[in-house]
C-alpha cells in the first residue's frame, strides 16, 4: 500500500519510541509525510477543577511548552535517523477525538499508535483510547504492544 499521511501519536514513553521507529520505517519507504500528534489530555481531564485563574493559565501553558518540546525533540531525532517529511501538531483535548478528528482532516492513510493492553476490567472503567480511534478511525490503526 502507498501511503501518503501517516499520524503517529506519540506521549514520549517507551512504547511511543517503537510508534515512531515504525512510523520513520513506513515514512521512508513510502516518502509518506509523518505526522508526530502529541496530545495534552491533563487540561481537558481537569475540566471539573480549573477555573480562569491566572495560576490555572500558567499550568495550562506548561503543559502545552511540555508537548510542544516533546515534539520538537522527537522530530529531531528522526530527521538525524533519515525522515525527510515530518510535520508536528500540537491538540488539546480528549485523545481519542483528536487523533480521529486529525486523521479526518489530513486524510490519513493508517495511524499508528502503541496500546498497554488493558483489561477487560480495566476498558470497563477506564475505556481504551486505542479502541476508541480503531471505532471511529477513517482509516486502518497499527497497535504496537510491548
Given at each position: 500500500?502507498?501511503?501518503?499521511?501517516?499520524?503517529?501519536?506519540?506521549?514520549?514513553?517507551?512504547?511511543?519510541?517503537?510508534?515512531?521507529?515504525?512510523?520513520?520505517?513506513?515514512?521512508?519507504?513510502?516518502?509518506?509525510?509523518?505526522?508526530?500528534?502529541?496530545?495534552?489530555?491533563?487540561?481537558?481531564?481537569?475540566?471539573?477543577?480549573?477555573?480562569?485563574?491566572?495560576?490555572?493559565?500558567?499550568?495550562?501553558?506548561?503543559?502545552?511548552?511540555?508537548?510542544?518540546s516533546?515534539?520538537?525533540?522527537?522530530?529531531?531525532?528522526?530527521?538525524?535517523?533519515?525522515v525527510?517529511?515530518?510535520?508536528?501538531?500540537?491538540?488539546?483535548?480528549?485523545?481519542?477525538?483528536?487523533?480521529?478528528?486529525?486523521?479526518?482532516?489530513?486524510?490519513?492513510?493508517?495511524?499508528?499508535?502503541?496500546?498497554?493492553?488493558?483489561?477487560?476490567?480495566?476498558?470497563?472503567?477506564?475505556?481504551?483510547?486505542?479502541?476508541?480511534?480503531?471505532?471511529?478511525?477513517?482509516?486502518?490503526?497499527?497497535?504496537?504492544?510491548?
Open positions: 500500500m502507498e501511503y501518503k499521511n501517516i499520524i503517529c501519536a506519540i506521549d514520549g514513553s517507551e512504547l511511543s519510541n517503537r510508534v515512531e521507529e515504525t512510523g520513520a520505517y513506513l515514512s521512508k519507504l513510502s516518502g509518506a509525510k509523518l505526522i508526530l500528534l502529541n496530545i495534552v489530555e491533563k487540561w481537558y481531564r481537569s475540566a471539573d477543577v480549573v477555573t480562569d485563574s491566572p495560576e490555572w493559565g500558567s499550568i495550562h501553558e506548561g503543559w502545552l511548552k511540555e508537548g510542544k516533546l515534539l520538537e525533540k522527537e522530530a529531531a531525532k528522526l530527521r538525524e535517523k533519515g525527510k517529511n515530518i510535520e508536528t501538531v500540537l491538540r488539546d483535548g480528549d485523545a481519542a477525538h483528536e487523533i480521529v478528528a486529525l486523521a479526518v482532516e489530513r486524510n490519513a492513510d493508517i495511524i499508528i499508535m502503541a496500546t498497554h493492553r488493558y483489561s477487560a476490567v480495566g476498558k470497563l472503567f477506564m475505556g481504551s483510547v486505542t479502541d476508541k480511534v480503531t471505532r471511529h478511525s477513517p482509516c486502518p490503526v497499527l497497535w504496537l504492544f510491548r
